[in-house]
């Protein structure tokens, strides 16, 4: 479910869903202009516990719109795998950055590519650790 927690209350059925805490089976993502602790680079973060856990991440809007000034790679496309990638970090937990694909930590032109070919993924033990999480949410 998507919700848009920016719009006034009488335009938004969901914004009492906007104030609802989260839970483990519940994850939310804001995209938000930017952060005055990260640099252009840092283009979210994902709140965890120190065990690990975690519900809520940010997504820094302005970080991908330089990323696509520099790389001319499409907004939406970059959005949407800087939000896979915050995602990835509330679902694996700590430690959650790999040397390969989506989970690694600095993007450059071979990752690039990939986003505009739609093949920068989870890497397979990934992908098991996802299907693992998120089978042991629905119990």
Known sequence: ?????????????GRSACRTPMNRSHLAVRIVPWSSKSGDSVFGVAFLSPDGEGSYSDVFYD???????????????????VIAHEIGHLLLGTNAHSWQGIMRSHWQGEELQSIAMGRLLF?????????????ASRR
């Open 63 to 81: 970080s991908v719109r330089k990323l696509h000034e520099e790389w001319h790679a499409r907004i939406p496309i970059l959005l949407g795998h």
């Open 123 to 135: 890497t397979p033990p990934q992908v098991e650790s996802l299907k693992a999480r998120l089978g």
């Open 1 to 13: 479910m998507w919700l848009d927690c920016s719009r006034p209350e009488s335009e938004s059925w």
